[in-house]
DNA sequence: AACAATTTATCACAGCCGTGATAGAAAGGG
DNA sequence: CCCTTTCTATCACGGCTGTGATAAATTGTT
């Protein structure tokens, strides 16, 4: 076999390279020249890796989908069993899921950011409308789970839709994400972080 | 005077173009040309009245935000002074008002989508990032407005953090017209009109 | 009719873009 | 050493972008 290197890493590379463009400059001015430039690369050496520009794009939202996926799915083992458990200790473990999804750190922060940008891409990029549409399902799907535990656990008021609340969740976290990306001055971390509990708290019952 | 044409009015239609490109195509498409074919005008003519891209696109965010800014001005004149309306009737009046802000009708999800492209635009655009500033300020002022008249009337549950909920509810209005507009076979108008209805509703009094 | 200002229409240029084609360089197996 | 495959690097092409410059048409006034 000739020269030896590792493809999947440096197609890592590229892609990690079109997160930093598009952190910096959106993710519309991420184009072939401009990642390769960032990964210190030759435009001939990306191409070498993507078939074209659609592959890149597709493959790297792809990427981000599942690093947060993944993420949360560790958390999630992490808990493990969570049967048994208290109201008050299930709302924080969901808590603390949840804010995966919001920037709160730098990481998470360049994360939200690609997928914000990603998502409204989507929208008139027929490349990426299945992997958005995906995406939102697989979004609600999560946090409809982590609404039934906490019904389980009785750390929900009786009476709730429980449909209803998971869009109301769900469009709370897109919302907070949202602003907290693009406005971060009129949204802060600690603001992000207090409402997301805020709601949790006031899905309890009504004497805690 | 020479040639007879109404400049305010040629504005108009240029960046009435440039929305439905932007709503279409998605705004990083709405280039000179692509505008001046949509309004069926040559690139000079639009050229002509406005000095460059920028100023367009400047002034079409900043048109886009003074309609819905003045619709929302309206319905709060038509209401006139709410003092001494019930509970009940302050949060309809609330949810009548908010409403304007998600996309329910072709009319409000196309005016929905161009803010969330011009918002994510202004991430990364120096042009009009001033303009959504002022923008998440508004409309989080309004909310707190509104939150605060429904305090008065009876129609908040007592122990609640005004800011908290000011951030809850607009990151909730945020977040159902981001995925409504992005994802309409995700969260459709029903839908959407139902969660903010529910939203008002929890934050009442238990028993109503 | 002549003039002047506005409006419309073109041309040209430099700068990006994605991509096809192609040539060298590098590296490991025979 | 040679050969094959992989990888890197470059060139060129057509297409799009905003913009400066300029010409031509239009229209109302004098």
Redesign the interface.
């Known amino acids: 076999m000739p020269k030896q290197v590792d493809r999947e890493a440096r197609r890592r590379e590229v892609v990690d390279a079109l997160f930093r463009v598009a952190v ?3 993710l ?2 991420a184009s072939l020249r401009a990642v390769a430039d960032e990964a210190q690369l030759n435009i001939g050496s990306v191409r070498h890796y993507f078939a074209g520009q659609e592959e890149l794009i597709r493959f790297a939202m792809r990427s981000m989908v599942d690093r947060v996926g993944d993420r949360l799915q560790r958390r999630i083992d992490e808990i493990g069993e969570l049967d048994g458990l208290s109201g008050p200790r299930v709302r924080r473990f969901a808590v603390e899921l949840l804010s995966e999804l919001l920037p709160l750190d730098d990481r998470r922060r360049a994360e939200v ?1 690609v997928l ?2 990603f ?7 027929p490349a990426l409308d299945g992997l ?2 995906e995406t ?2 697989a979004t ?1 799907a999560l946090v409809r789970r982590i609404l039934t535990r906490l019904d389980s656990a009785g750390g929900l008021r009786p009476g709730l ?1 429980i449909e ?2 998971t ?2 969740l ?7 994400a ?2 907290a ?3 971060p ?3 802060d971390d600690r ?1 992000c972080a ?2 997301l509990r ?2 949790l708290d ?1 899905l309890g019952p ?1 004497a805690d």
Chains 1, 2 share one sequence.
């Open positions: 910096r400059d959106g519309q001015r950011t914000v940008d998502s409204t891409a989507a929208r008139t990029d958005a549409h939102a399902v609600r839709h209803t609340e869009e109301r769900t469009s709370l976290l897109d919302g907070l949202f602003t990306v693009l406005r001055e009129v949204l603001t207090t409402v805020a709601h006031d009504a």
